[in-house]
Nanobody
Framework: QVHLVESGGGLVQAGGSLRLVCTASENIAGIGIMRWFRQPPGNQRELVARITSGGNTWCLESVKGRFTISGDHAKNTLHLQMNGLKPEDTGRYYC??????????????WGQGTQVTVAS
């Protein structure tokens, strides 16, 4: 119904930067949370950062000062600026829109992910 597409991943050296973008096929109105998850190879998926419809943000302690989450409601996009990348940041990054609206009811949308690889 609603499709999310991530882009911006790639291969970088330690200390490099990447900007991930998540684009929704349509505007999602209502109260919700937009999140970035990542899944390291051979490990479990973890929450990296989130931003609420009210503008409150949160990120993993390990990425504080390096990653910044932001959104553009008008363009239906979610961003994750990643600076000072470390090898432990390697993984597949997923975009997630979670919340509730009068038209969609409760929703939980996921993208297919984009690979981020940081070389030592």
């Amino acid at each position: 119904q609603v499709h999310l597409v991530e882009s911006g991943g790639g291969l970088v050296q330690a200390g490099g930067s990447l900007r991930l973008v998540c684009t929704a096929s349509e505007n999602i109105a209502g109260i919700g949370i937009m999140r970035w998850f990542r899944q390291p190879p051979g490990n479990q998926r973890e929450l990296v950062a989130r931003i609420t419809s009210g503008g409150n943000t949160w990120c993993l302690e390990s990425v504080k000062g390096r990653f910044t989450i932001s959104g553009d409601h008008a363009k239906n996009t979610l961003h994750l600026q990643m600076n000072g990348l470390k090898p432990e940041d390697t993984g597949r990054y997923y975009c997630n829109y979670f919340g509730e609206s009068s038209t969609l009811g409760q929703y939980d949308y996921w993208g297919q992910g984009t690979q981020v690889t940081v070389a030592s």
